[in-house]
């Protein structure tokens, strides 16, 4: 099953509020990974796993946390969310060595009010 | 200014032609590159690979890469209505996962 599932697929949120997004795969890779989409631009990675480690990109660093309590489920946490942070979020996996196949899930839509 | 460029934005293609997309990374440390297929309301799904300068062919789909000038174009034959969609291109590098750099993407829509 190559399946990375994500939930929900739609969530609102209040601005202000802390957002919760939730991934699990099992096909037991290394890497899990989340990106943002917003409408006109180009998925962009936000943080990832490799193992226990994480590394977030510079740019959003301070704006995300993440946690991933084993090896099958990550978390995208906001803390107090913006309106900037309506978007599309999605998850994905892979083996974890260099240039192996990235598997993503379907995606969270979120929308900031 | 985005480090991976795909050109033409859309494409409307009629059943049976030829699908030309192309892709390009302005970053000189990228080995890979990767073209993912994304049907409306469904998730990116890897369509093909290639770090090896040449040519691959994988049934109607066809990939070249140019690593001189870090040039990559997807090319679809006997294109079907099954082959609408968006269409990104995708670059990585380094000697563990560090993630992909994705362009804007293609959309392609192919007409009965």
């Known amino acids: 099953d190559t399946t990375v599932k994500q939930n929900p697929r739609y969530k609102l949120a209040r601005v202000g509020k802390p957002v919760n997004l939730i991934c699990s795969q099992t096909?037991?890779?290394?890497?899990m990974y989340w990106y943002q989409k917003k409408p006109n631009q180009a998925p962009k990675l936000l943080l990832f796993?490799?193992?226990?480690?994480?590394?977030r990109e510079a740019d959003t660093f301070e704006k995300f946390q993440s946690s991933r309590p084993n090896n099958s489920f990550c978390s995208l946490y906001i803390g107090s969310a913006g309106l900037e942070y309506s978007a599309m979020y999605l998850c994905?996996?892979?083996?974890?060595?260099?240039?192996?196949?990235?598997?993503f899930g379907k995606g969270t839509r979120l929308t900031v009010v | 200014q985005q480090k991976v460029q795909q050109s033409p934005e859309s494409l409307i293609v009629p059943e049976g032609g030829m699908a030309s997309l192309n892709c390009t990374s302005s970053?000189?440390?990228?080995?890979y590159f990767w073209w993912y297929r994304q049907h409306s309301g469904k998730s990116p799904k890897m369509l093909m690979?290639?770090?090896?300068?040449g040519e691959k062919e994988e049934g109607r789909f066809t990939v070249h890469l140019n690593k001189a000038s870090l040039h990559t174009s997807l090319h679809i034959r006997d294109s079907q209505p099954s082959d609408s969609a968006l269409y990104l291109c995708?670059?990585?590098?380094?000697?563990?996962?560090?993630?992909?750099?994705f362009g804007l993407g293609t959309r392609v829509s192919v007409f009965p």
């Open positions: 994905a996996s892979s083996a974890g060595h260099a240039n192996t196949e990235v598997f």
């Open positions: 096909m037991n890779h290394d890497t």
């Open positions: 796993y490799y193992d226990k480690i994480l590394n």
């Open positions: 970053d000189r440390n990228v080995d």
């Open positions: 690979s290639i770090f090896s300068n």
């Open positions: 995708a670059a990585s590098m380094g000697n563990y996962a560090q993630g992909l750099t």
